[in-house]
């Protein structure tokens, strides 16, 4: 997929399943954010620790 960057507005090739990105939501439109730059970094949230702190199956 080619983005283009919310900063520069210069165009990248980005690979949808690279950690390095994660996709944010402005006004029903998506954008993609290095998660070095702000963007969220699922390695610092552990799914099964996250699913047991924030829903039912913590109870």
Known sequence: MTIRTPSSGEQLRV???????????????P?????NEGGFDPSLYPARRFVERHHYSGS
């Open 15 to 29: 690979d949808l399943l690279d950690p390095a990105w994660c996709q944010r939501w402005t006004d029903r439109r």
């Open 31 to 35: 954008g993609w954010r290095r998660t």
